[in-house]
T-cell receptor, first 118, second 115 residues
Framework: AQSVAQPEDQVNVAEGNPLTVKCTYSVSGNPYLFWYVQYPNRGLQFLLKYITGDNLVKGSYGFEAEFNKSQTSFHLKKPSALVSDSALYFCAVRDTPYSGGGADGLTFGKGTHLIIQP | NAGVTQTPKFQVLKTGQSMTLQCAQDMNHEYMSWYRQDPGMGLRLIHYSVGAGITDQGEVPNGYNVSRSTTEDFPLRLLSAAPSQTSVYFC??????????????FGNGTRLTVT
């Protein structure tokens, strides 16, 4: 069965510093990987995805993520944090090929609170 | 574009009451789903649909029913509310159920409290 882990409940970063939010996954086939962001009292918003190709994926709001197959990781990064980046971040994985049946094959991590301090 | 619209935004129920959470999307998306979000639990899939007339169970379907009579609408019914169903509920949609790389579009959620 597939799984995804976000090992940190909370990450604190000073404004202007680089940030990393960690995600590791486990699948039996090839992973499709996603990052979503949730601002207070809002639904999740899609940030970026890895399907195939370049290991470094660029997304919205200056975020990027690095796919590392050997370490089964997909960490979210940004070179210079903004206070407005403070939010809850979710990593998600979908195993492929998808065999169908049961749940839809997309698994979310438990989320990481990112707090950017001025 | 409204995207994914959920109503109501807030609801308080008494144990045993029933209600329907509404979800509508105007993007002509094939796939729609319902999640619940609980502290420390992430998002858990309740039910999903890959097209009108087709629904399937997710990870935590007990106590909930769904139907998909049109492409646009995917209501979630609580049959007999229980305190364990206190949660924030999100509806989501994506372009194609078969395009596994299609990202989800989420509504803004319904915060449900069952007393």
């Amino acid at each position: 069965a597939q799984s995804v882990a976000q090992p940190e409940d909370q990450v604190n970063v000073a404004e202007g510093n680089p940030l990393t939010v960690k995600c590791t996954y486990s699948v039996s086939g090839n992973p499709y990987l996603f990052w979503y962001v949730q601002y207070p009292n809002r639904g999740l918003q899609f940030l970026l995805k890895y399907i195939t190709g370049d290991n470094l994926v660029k997304g919205s709001y200056g975020f990027e993520a690095e796919f590392n197959k050997s370490q089964t990781s997909f960490h979210l990064k940004k070179p210079s944090a903004l206070v407005s980046d403070s939010a809850l971040y979710f990593c998600a994985v979908r195993d492929t090929p998808y065999s169908g049946g049961g749940a839809d094959g997309l698994t979310f991590g438990k989320g990481t609170h990112l707090i950017i301090q001025p | 574009n409204a995207g994914v619209t959920q109503t109501p935004k807030f609801q308080v129920l008494k144990t045993g009451q029933s209600m329907t959470l509404q979800c509508a999307q105007d993007m002509n998306h094939e796939y729609m789903s319902w999640y619940r979000q609980d502290p420390g639990m992430g998002l858990r899939l309740i039910h999903y649909s890959v097209g009108a007339g087709i629904t399937d169970q997710g990870e935590v379907p007990n106590g909930y029913n769904v139907s998909r009579s049109t492409t646009e609408d995917f209501p979630l019914r609580l049959l007999s509310a229980a305190p364990s169903q206190t949660s924030v509920y999100f509806c989501a949609s994506s372009y194609s159920a078969s395009a596994l790389n299609s990202p989800l579009h989420f509504g803004n959620g319904t915060r449900l409290t069952v007393t």
